[in-house]
């Protein structure tokens, strides 16, 4: 059988990134504008296309078709119709502020792609879109984009946001980019996704406002409480907006954020939930549930979730809450692990976050042994001690292992190797 499962990725926003991850600039500190002061020729450039950006974003925040095309390459026919649709699938969107961020160091262009403009082009080294979204994000979530701006008659527009992905330098897209895209939304939960998905985005938000008060009542009141929600229209529609092309074929949902690559505190925007449309419709109204709390969890967490936190703690507190209001027994929520435990294959170590990918073929039992340990925890010393233990590795100046360490010993009194004999046993008593 199987295991289809909830899980959780991080866009990560780089201030020194010690994580191995996908670098980007931090939101706070973009690459500077220049290191020196502009030759002249460059800062009227640069101050014109800004003027154009500036444009840009108030066409969009006041829903302007004709200014938001006027900011277009007008001898790019395709791209103009691209950027046209774009602006009408975004109609219905709450847009609280859209603004784009930009540095003044130029990013070269190959010579093919200098002909085929046929006139002055500039790419920036650095671009980001920033948006928020009325009522839902309190900050503005960022956007890494790569686009190409080429002047005609003395005036610039933008030409291209694609000339750089053959070198994976890719922009970042969101629903909009896909289709028109609707809403359901009530005070807690907004969720987007496409017309044809409207039944499923109604079922959806309903499920997450049921869930919210669950999540709330184990990792408590200090969190937005509130929720994002993206329906693609297709499975591979969820792993561009995600930037994900690992196997989602075993994942019912995912969470994303940007946040920093640095140990010690987060700090996160832009979280979503997205919904795999493959395998929302395999969920009955129990395991849909189980899900969406599960994807909650991390977005309640995501502010005592750093990189420090391994995957076992992450995902194995998401699948406690997500179980913990359920009324599933343990041997049957943990079902995949129990087979394996009866066969004599009882777990060694606390998994490594390698095997959490969504490629693994035992996904389901690497879930419900982390699912276990932290129900070790909560057993023992109490859940409210589970939750402390989780913001002391999360917010840890320390490395994974580091952070672990000190936090098993401070709080529990423990050793990792006294704790994972501990868990073993508890794996044991409860599907042996």
Known sequence: MVAIVATAIAVVVSRTDRSGGVARPTRSSPPPASASPLPRTAEV???????????????????HLAPFLATVDPLRPAFRRQQAQLFRNLARVPIASWAYQMSALRSPLQPRTLRRYGGPTWAPAYF?????????????????QYPTFVERSGRWYLGSLSDFARYGRVSATDLWDYGPVDVVKDPRVLVLGPPTELATMTIVANVVSAAIPKVTAVWGPHWARRAVVMVPATQHEMGLINSDSGDLDQIAALTSAEVQTTNGRPAPVGDRITINPANWPKLGALGAAVVITHELTHVA?????????????????????????????????????????????????????????????????????????????????????????YRTVGTSPYGSRAAVRTAMRQLLDTTVPQFVAAWRGYIREQLG
């Not at 879109?129 to 890494?144: I, N």
Request: aromatic share 10%.
């Open 45 to 63: 450039r640069f101050l014109a296309i800004r003027a154009l950006l500036r444009r840009r974003a108030a066409a969009v925040e006041h829903h």
């Open 301 to 389: 967490t995501r502010a005592a979730t750093g990189t420090q936190t391994p995957k076992w703690l992450s995902e194995g507190f998401a699948e406690y809450v997500s179980f913990h209001s359920a009324g599933v027994s343990t041997r049957m929520a943990a079902a995949e692990l129990g087979h394996e435990v009866q066969a004599g294959e009882l777990p060694s170590a606390l998994p490594a976050d390698r095997a959490f990918r969504g490629s693994a073929a035992n996904l389901g039992a690497v879930y419900q042994s982390a699912w276990l340990a932290c129900g070790y925890i909560a057993d023992r010393y109490g859940q409210a001690m589970l939750v402390r233990f």
């Open 128 to 144: 980001s879109l920033r948006y928020r979204l009325a009522g839902f994000d309190t900050r503005p979530t960022d956007r890494r």
